[in-house]
């Protein structure tokens, strides 16, 4: 079992950035690919982001592509999402993600274990 917690959300105007955090406790998040989902008011969840267990592989959703990164910092057991050049459409509740798989995937029911979420708005 793994606990994923998420922080760094808050409120950016537009142009700006945030960086989301995800803390694992219980296991080794370096076993596990990690991914970012987030969910609109009214809206499905959506895909943001993944990344391997290595780090080697990402992969990004065309919206966030060249504007957001994933990164991993295994000895701290943590993965980031830097988010750039937000814009107010980026405005959500971001989820982190994990399963113990060498691979990632795009659709939220692959995953495992999810976060509590952080809100993330960005103001026009």
């Known amino acids: 079992q793994v606990q994923l917690v998420e922080s760094g959300g808050g409120l950016v105007q537009a142009g700006g950035s945030l960086r989301l955090s995800c803390a694992a406790s219980?296991?080794?998040?370096?076993?596990?690919?990690v991914g970012w989902f987030r969910q609109a008011t009214g809206k499905e969840r959506e895909f943001v982001g993944a990344?391997?267990?290595?780090?080697?592989?990402?992969s990004y959703a065309i919206s966030v592509k060249g504007r957001f990164t994933i990164s991993r910092d295994n000895a701290k057991n943590t993965v980031y999402l830097q988010m750039n050049s937000l814009k107010p459409e980026d405005t959500a509740v971001y989820y982190c993600v994990a399963k113990s798989s060498l691979v990632v995937s795009q659709d939220p029911l692959w995953y495992d274990y999810w976060g509590q979420g952080t809100q993330v708005t960005v103001s026009s």
């Open positions: 219980g296991r080794t998040l370096s076993n596990y690919g």
């Open positions: 990344i391997s267990r290595t780090g080697r592989s990402t």
